[in-house]
Structures are given as C-alpha cells and as structure tokens.
C-alpha cells in the first residue's frame, strides 16, 4: 500500500520527461510493425496497473486558438468543443520518438487521431504512420502538429542554388466553427493550427481515471474501516 502510494505522488509530481517508459529514439518510423510494436509494447494494452497510471500522467486537452478543443469521437469521427474537460476532448500524449514526435489517441474512443493521404482528419484503431505527427513547440506554449507522412517538400532553385520550401507542412486544425480543417489548406502562421496542450484534472473526469488498482485500493480501504468498526 504504501509503495503504491509513494508511485501515484511520483507520478503526478514527476515532470513528464523523467517518466518516459522505454527508449523511442530506436523507433523506425518507415516500419508501420515497428512503430506499433514500440509503442503498444509501453503504453497501449497495458495490463500493469502502474503502468496505465503512468500513462494517465500524458492526458491532455488541445486548445485551438480558434477557441476549441480537438475532439475524438468513438464512432471516429473529429471535432471542437468550446467546452472544458469534455469526455472526448481528453486526449493522450503518445510519444513515439523523442524529441516531438508523437500520436494523439482519444482516452474514451481509444482511437488515434491520423491524418489521410489527402489531409483529411481522420482515426485509426491501431497506430500507423499517419497517426504520427512532429511538434513544434512555439514561444507561448502552443505547438502546431503536422504529419511526418507529408514533411515540406524543398526544391533547388536553379539559378540562384538557394533551396527553397515549396508546400507547408500539413497541420492537424481546427477552423472558427470547430471543424477539422484540409491540411492541404493550412499555413504556421493560422490561429487553427495552433494548439495549446492544456492539463487535465482528474477530478473533473473521474470515469477516465478508473483504474482496476485503484477500485482495489477503495475496496480494501473500505474493509478495514468495516473490521475496525
Ligand atoms: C459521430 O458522433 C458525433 C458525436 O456524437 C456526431 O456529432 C457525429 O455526427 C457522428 N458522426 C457520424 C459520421 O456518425
Ligand atoms: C477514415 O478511415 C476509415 C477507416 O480506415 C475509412 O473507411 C474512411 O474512408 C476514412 N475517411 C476519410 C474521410 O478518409
């Protein structure tokens, strides 16, 4: 009891950095297996109590400048909401490769957020290479998310040598009225590619925190108070 005590202190306390379960800078992002299997093998289907504890330590909610958070429905469908700690707008922080190489996967839907070959939002049940996006970290704590699948392409201009960007990255977004917006169309500098990864109390959303350790935890707890009276 007490040790378990001690892990749940150190695992809302610990910066999340020092809790990173395994090593992902091995990770093959060209190997769709490769990917899943690293990741799935430290987060996802997680029998270890502790473990999915842990995990929780990574939800968070996504705040479009737009005024939104980003959304993930179980029938896989993406959305904004204005509203604060909405169920499907609790998100997991999956990191796949460090440094800023991550998956978003909804806590309630368990699906992961991906992006399609058009730039199109959209879900998966297992992680893939469209579900994996880089971050970039801006100045005030908002981060943009574009698709490792559709990096910005640079083309040589022949006269003068200078490499030049032709596209910009496709960023996840969420437009003025809280729809998923074609990444084809978004630009850095739009207020709905930028998102700022909000912290999630677990006091507001209870029913996301319901680990197996913890009902037996209250259960034994509750036990003793019945043998002591
Ligand atoms: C998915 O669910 C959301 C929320 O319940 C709903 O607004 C949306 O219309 C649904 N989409 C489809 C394709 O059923
Ligand atoms: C989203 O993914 C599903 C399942 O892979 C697919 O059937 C569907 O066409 C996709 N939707 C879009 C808009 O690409």
Not at 176 to 194: D, F, I, S
Request: aromatic share 10%; proline share 6%; net charge neutral.
């Amino acid at each position: 009891m007490k040790s378990f005590t001690l892990i749940v202190i150190v695992a809302i306390f610990c910066p999340v950095d020092c809790l990173s379960l395994g090593d992902y800078s091995t990770v093959d992002l060209s190997d769709r297996h490769d990917v899943e299997n690293h990741v799935n093998r430290f987060t996802d289907d997680a029998d270890d109590d502790i473990v999915a504890i842990f995990n929780a330590i990574n939800y968070r909610q996504f705040y479009c400048r737009t005024g939104f958070h980003l959304q993930i429905f179980p029938n896989g469908s993406i959305g904004g909401t204005p509203e604060d700690h909405n169920r499907h707008a609790i998100l997991k922080l999956v990191m796949v490769q460090t440094p800023n190489i991550v998956a978003l996967k909804g806590v309630d839907s368990g699906l992961y957020l991906a992006m399609d070959r058009h730039g199109q939002l959209n879900t998966s049940s297992i992680l893939t290479r469209s579900c994996v996006f880089k971050e970039e970290q801006m100045a005030d704590y908002y981060s943009r998310f574009s698709s490792v699948r559709h990096p910005s392409k640079r083309k040589r201009d022949p006269g003068t040598g200078e490499e030049k960007t032709m596209d910009d990255p496709w960023y996840i977004a969420l437009d003025q009225k809280g729809l998923p917006t074609n990444a084809q169309m978004t630009k850095p500098e739009y207020k709905r590619v930028q998102f700022l990864p909000r912290a999630v109390d677990p006091e507001k959303v209870p029913y996301l925190y319901n680990f197996p350790v913890v009902q037996q935890l209250q259960e034994i707890r509750s036990r003793l108070t019945k043998n002591r009276l």
